[in-house]
């Protein structure tokens, strides 16, 4: 059974930061993938970056420079490190991998 837990999201001020981790169970983790996407209000889901099992990442434009995705291979975790976040950063973040999906985490920014 996969599980995909995402946690640390919060409330945080404009030009703050927040990480967020996401558990991964019931996959092979080290060959596997793994995608960050986030769903404004009224919005459709977007990529908002991918870590490749050998570590190449990529990222969408709005958050390139910003953010930061990583992972650890031996804790089946992947990371989103989020800096100087802005209001329009504010959605779920949801963590996915092959066809799963995670619950989501609330992220809001305030101006």
């Known amino acids: 059974q996969v599980r995909l837990v995402e946690s640390g999201g919060g409330l945080v001020q404009a030009g703050g930061s927040l990480r967020l981790a996401c558990a991964a169970s019931g996959i092979i983790f080290s060959t596997t993938t793994m995608y960050w996407y986030r769903q404004a209000p009224g919005k459709q889901r977007e990529l908002v970056a991918l870590i490749l099992p050998v570590g190449s990442t990529s990222y969408a434009g709005s958050v390139k420079g910003r953010f930061t995705i990583s992972r650890d291979n031996a804790k089946s975790t992947v990371y989103l490190q989020m800096n100087s976040l802005k209001p329009e950063d504010t959605a779920v973040y949801y963590c996915?991998?092959?066809?799963?999906w995670g619950q989501g985490t609330q992220v809001t920014v305030s101006s």
């Open positions: 996915s991998a092959q066809r799963y």
